[in-house]
């Protein structure tokens, strides 16, 4: 997919550049690696902390890239490098982001979905609820939809989500269901209800290999 080149503030474009820089430090052989304060994960770490401590709107720098950069092109340390307050204030445009996303930039998608698991419980359901409602409202999925196209399209959101599989997720499974019992309809909630028997079908297997017991809805 090709977009425009929406450009990016110095200090990420830095930090970028050190990052690159890491990645190729370990491509060589151990004895061919560069030691002391010239080593790549170092200066990756004084371009990190430059990055934090930069005036640049780091929360309005990374809300533009969402909105104009191909989304598998957005990499995790961008947002992996923010501070409590600025993951709070980019974390709801990250995840609305994400619900369009299907499978794809799956580091992106869970690094998101950990920040809303690791939120107070009450908070998180709050802004899972929202920026769900949100994303419905925006794409114009109602129970009326007008065409063919756009019913497939709002069928596809409702089953693809991997945000399902989160804890706050599995938590307010039913919450979500009367959201979208309100906006879409009945037919897309069965839809939703559908795609719960697969993830629980999914989680049980997935008890059965690894000793845990299965998660539940605490709606």
Same mark, same amino acid.
């Given at each position: 997919?090709?977009?425009?080149?929406?450009?990016?503030?110095?200090?990420?474009?830095?930090?970028?550049?050190?990052?690159?820089?890491?990645?190729?430090?370990?491509?060589?052989?151990?004895?061919?690696?560069?030691?002391?304060?010239?080593?790549?994960?170092?200066?990756?770490?004084?371009?990190?902390?430059?990055? #934090?401590?930069?005036?640049?709107?780091?929360?309005? $720098? &990374?809300? =533009?890239? +969402?909105?104009?950069?191909?989304?598998?092109? !957005?990499?995790? #340390?961008?947002?992996?490098?923010?501070?409590?307050? $600025? &993951?709070? =204030?980019? +974390?709801?445009?990250?995840?609305?982001?994400? !619900?369009?996303?299907?499978?794809?930039?799956?580091?992106?998608?869970?690094?998101?979905?950990?920040? +809303?698991?690791?939120?107070?419980?009450?908070?998180?359901?709050?802004?899972?609820?929202?920026?769900?409602?949100?994303?419905?409202?925006?794409?114009?999925?109602?129970?009326?939809?007008?065409?063919?196209?756009?019913?497939?399209?709002?069928?596809?959101?409702?089953?693809?989500?991997?945000?399902?599989?989160?804890?706050?997720?599995?938590?307010?499974?039913?919450?979500?269901?009367?959201?979208?019992?309100?906006?879409?309809?009945?037919?897309?909630?069965?839809?939703?209800?559908?795609?719960?028997?697969?993830?629980?079908?999914?989680?049980?297997?997935?008890?059965?290999?690894?000793?845990?017991?299965?998660?539940?809805?605490?709606?």
């Amino acid at each position: 997919m090709n977009l425009p080149d929406i450009g990016m503030s110095p200090e990420l474009a830095r930090l970028d550049d050190a990052a690159y820089a890491v990645i190729e430090h370990h491509k060589r052989a151990p004895d061919q690696r560069i030691q002391g304060l010239q080593d790549p994960t170092f200066q990756y770490q004084l371009e990190a902390m430059r990055y #934090r401590l930069a005036l640049t709107d780091r929360v309005a $720098e &990374l809300e =533009r890239q +969402l909105a104009g950069r191909y989304y598998k092109h !957005l990499p995790v #340390r961008w947002f992996s490098e923010l501070n409590a307050e $600025e &993951l709070l =204030r980019v +974390l709801p445009t990250l995840i609305e982001a994400t !619900l369009g996303w299907g499978h794809g930039n799956g580091y992106l998608m869970w690094f998101a979905y950990g920040c +809303l698991d690791s939120l107070p419980r009450d908070q998180a359901r709050d802004l899972y609820l929202q920026v769900f409602a949100r994303s419905m409202r925006v794409y114009g999925m109602t129970a009326a939809l007008p065409d063919e196209r756009l019913i497939y399209a709002a069928e596809t959101f409702v089953t693809s989500q991997q945000i399902y599989h989160s804890k706050t997720g599995h938590e307010y499974q039913a919450a979500l269901r009367d959201v979208i019992r309100v906006g879409m309809g009945e037919r897309f909630v069965s839809l939703y209800d559908q795609e719960w028997v697969s993830i629980r079908a999914d989680d049980a297997a997935d008890a059965v290999s690894d000793g845990r017991t299965e998660r539940t809805d605490h709606s």
